[in-house]
């Protein structure tokens, strides 16, 4: 791992988010094509030293909290969906054919992932029976074999623009003159990287395999810049990012949720819209009218 303090140029692991169902007509879980039990060897060890005491839903998420007996299974623990092999550092800069393969990958993760907590001896029965009243909903992803269209790629490229959000704005809850959105949503980094340490445990120094760059962190309201959406004017022109703003890997970590996207996709078609009308370049928009008129759209700028 690279020194604290240093950066190292890794982002939040990928992984699938999977729609599951424990309802009478669900898909049952089967073992994939080319599946390998010793991929899971960690997982078994993780098991023999505490993980077993874990309930199934630890493991992903097991819950109905979604419409029709369905769940969102997300990747928690330090075995999991999320893919933590370094294979997310090519998705920025691949090629369509690379970022396919990652994609398959992964892919073949979560469905090996789902046949190991359901049939490996490792696993404790209780979890292994668990995992057996769930399978995949069948009415959903039915055109991709019930996996989502797109695999969550939580975080890739970064513009570096007019301004850089960074945890000390979101933590402190900044809301500068020119803000178009509000966000709230935590400090939420997934895990960067799988890796291990040694630390002195008497009487003699032991490895440890860990999990490296988990943060989560309440944050107050703090508000999004417009300069945020743009990149050095001096580099580009009539360029508008909602989703792949200028912001630290700490600070992106709170704005890549969704209901803060629509919020800046809002802002940027204003933008557009207003450039268009009569300020010709997105750079030259008054921001001051940007937020008037989408005040006057719904849009909450304000800190409660």
């Given at each position: 791992?690279?020194?604290?303090?240093?950066?190292?140029?890794?982002?939040?692991s990928?992984g699938?988010?999977?729609?599951?169902?424990?309802?009478?007509?669900?898909i049952?879980?089967?073992?994939?094509?080319?599946?390998?039990?010793?991929y899971?060897?960690?997982g078994?060890?993780y098991l023999?030293?505490?993980?077993?005491?874990?309930?199934?839903?630890?493991?992903?998420?097991?819950?109905?909290?979604?419409?029709?007996?369905?769940?969102d299974a997300?990747?928690?623990g330090?075995?999991?969906?999320?893919?933590?092999?370094?294979?997310?550092?090519?998705?920025?800069?691949?090629?369509?054919?690379?970022?396919?393969?990652?994609a398959?990958?992964?892919a073949?993760?979560?469905?090996?992932?789902?046949?190991?907590?359901?049939?490996?001896?490792?696993?404790?029965?209780?979890?292994?029976?668990?995992?057996?009243?769930?399978?995949?909903?069948?009415?959903?992803?039915?055109?991709?074999?019930?996996?989502p269209?797109?695999?969550?790629?939580?975080?890739a490229?970064?513009?570096?623009g007019?301004?850089v959000?960074?945890e000390?704005?979101?933590?402190a809850?900044l809301?500068p003159?020119?803000t178009?959105?509000?966000?709230?949503?935590h400090?939420?980094?997934?895990?960067?990287?799988?890796?291990w340490?040694?630390?002195?445990?008497?009487?003699?120094a032991?490895?440890?395999?860990?999990?490296?760059?988990y943060?989560?962190?309440?944050?107050?309201?703090?508000?999004i810049?417009?300069?945020?959406?743009l990149?050095r004017?001096?580099?580009?022109?009539?360029?508008?990012?909602?989703v792949?703003?200028?912001?630290?890997?700490?600070?992106?970590?709170?704005?890549?949720?969704?209901?803060?996207?629509?919020?800046?996709?809002?802002?940027?078609?204003?933008?557009?819209a207003?450039?268009?009308?009569?300020a010709?370049e997105?750079?030259a928009?008054?921001?001051?009218?940007?937020?008037?008129?989408?005040?006057?759209?719904?849009a909450?700028?304000v800190?409660?």
């Amino acid at each position: 791992m690279a020194e604290v303090g240093a950066g190292d140029g890794n982002v939040m692991s990928y992984g699938y988010r999977l729609c599951l169902t424990n309802a009478a007509n669900r898909i049952p879980f089967t073992e994939p094509d080319g599946y390998d039990p010793a991929y899971w060897e960690l997982g078994r060890r993780y098991l023999a030293v505490g993980g077993a005491d874990e309930p199934a839903g630890r493991w992903l998420g097991l819950e109905p909290n979604l419409p029709g007996d369905k769940c969102d299974a997300n990747s928690l623990g330090p075995v999991s969906l999320s893919v933590l092999d370094g294979t997310a550092l090519g998705w920025a800069e691949g090629s369509t054919a690379q970022r396919a393969e990652i994609a398959a990958h992964h892919a073949r993760h979560a469905l090996s992932f789902l046949w190991f907590l359901s049939s490996d001896p490792a696993v404790p029965r209780g979890i292994r029976e668990e995992l057996g009243r769930w399978g995949f909903a069948p009415d959903e992803f039915a055109d991709t074999d019930h996996l989502p269209h797109q695999l969550y790629v939580r975080e890739a490229r970064r513009m570096v623009g007019e301004t850089v959000l960074t945890e000390h704005d979101l933590v402190a809850g900044l809301v500068p003159d020119d803000t178009i959105a509000l966000g709230s949503y935590h400090l939420d980094i997934r895990e960067v990287q799988r890796s291990w340490i040694t630390a002195w445990e008497h009487p003699d120094a032991q490895s440890h395999v860990v999990n490296e760059g988990y943060l989560s962190v309440a944050v107050p309201a703090y508000g999004i810049p417009y300069r945020a959406l743009l990149p050095r004017a001096a580099e580009a022109s009539n360029l508008l990012a909602a989703v792949c703003v200028s912001a630290s890997h700490v600070a992106f970590s709170s704005i890549r949720m969704e209901p803060q996207y629509q919020m800046l996709g809002q802002a940027a078609g204003t933008a557009a819209a207003l450039a268009v009308r009569g300020a010709g370049e997105v750079h030259a928009v008054p921001a001051g009218v940007l937020r008037e008129v989408l005040v006057g759209d719904g849009a909450v700028l304000v800190r409660p």
